[in-house]
T-cell receptor
């Protein structure tokens, strides 16, 4: 059974700092890995999707990497801002329709 | 740009009552999903529909039924609500994951409390 772990569970940083969120998964036979953002009381918003054949994806200040063989992904956020405060979740897929989610990292960026 | 719309946003039920959560998407996606999110448990798949006319069980289907009414709409029904079904329910839609465009788009959630 696929398990997804996100470390740390919570992170607090001062504004402007670069930071890394970690995601690990136990089964490397995946189709893709997605990073999501969830604001309090809201739904999930897809940030980046990395196909299993890719090593990284970038969107603005966000960069996600994937090392499938070691079962790891990182989400790098450059020059963090208070508006980046949210819960970040990663999810991996081993089948066409089923994602396994991590429990998320709660990020707080302090002004 | 409505995306995925869920109703109702909030609901309080008594044990044994029934209700239906409605979901509609306007992105022409074939696949639709129902998840529940609980503290400490993360998101868990209840049911999904790969395409109009098909539905399949996810990780936690017991106590729920679904209907894929058409390509746009996917409803989740609780026939006899139990306190263990107190949760936040999310509907999502997307293309098949293997298509290379497997991003999921989520609704805002429906917060259900069963007393």
């Amino acid at each position: 059974k696929q398990e997804v772990t996100q470390i740390p569970a919570a992170l607090s940083v001062p504004e402007g700092e670069n930071l890394v969120l970690n995601c690990s998964f136990t089964d490397s036979a995946i189709y893709n890995l997605q990073w999501f953002r969830q604001d309090p009381g809201k739904g999930l918003t897809s940030l980046l999707l990395i196909q299993s054949s890719q090593r990284e994806q970038t969107s603005g200040r966000l960069n996600a990497s994937l090392d499938k063989s070691s079962g790891r992904s990182t989400l790098y956020i450059a020059a963090s801002q208070p508006g980046d405060s949210a819960t970040y979740l990663c999810a991996v897929s081993r089948s066409n329709y089923k994602l396994t989610f991590g429990k998320g990292t709660l990020l707080t960026v302090n002004p | 740009n409505a995306g995925v719309t869920q109703t109702p946003k909030f609901q309080v039920l008594k044990t044994g009552q029934s209700m239906t959560l409605q979901c509609a998407q306007d992105m022409n996606h074939n696949s639709m999903y129902w998840y529940r999110q609980d503290p400490g448990m993360g998101l868990r798949l209840i049911y999904y529909s790969a395409s109009e006319g098909t539905t399949d069980k996810g990780e936690v289907p017991n106590g729920y039924n679904v209907s894929r009414l058409n390509k746009r709409e996917f409803s989740l029904r609780l026939e006899s609500a139990a306190p263990s079904q107190t949760s936040v329910y999310f509907c999502a839609s997307g293309a098949p994951i293997s298509s290379g465009h497997g991003e999921l788009f989520f609704g805002e959630g429906s917060r259900l409390t069963v007393l």
